[in-house]
């Protein structure tokens, strides 16, 4: 029985992989202050679900928050 070739495939170009993981990486810090009742509504959500950081939790609520409220108002023409 004959063995079947062996496709190569071609790789992503390291150099893209590189400047692609540059560009997620996080330079800008913000600070926030909460209230005791705001920190204990956070604190019972992480236990409850389960989160293990809190700024993964935050970083998606309010970029899930910023891109709702771009896409509901995007300019129109008239």
Known sequence: MAKK???KTQGVD?????????????RHRQ???LNDS???A?????DKFRVGTKAVLFR?????KILKELDDNHPTLF
């Open 31 to 33: 600070v926030i202050y």
């Open 5 to 7: 070739a062996k496709k």
């Open 42 to 46: 956070i604190q019972q959500y992480c």
């Open 60 to 64: 998606e609520a309010i970029m899930e």
């Open 14 to 26: 390291p150099e893209y992989l590189k400047k692609q993981k540059e560009a997620l990486v996080r």
């Open 38 to 40: 705001e920190m204990a």
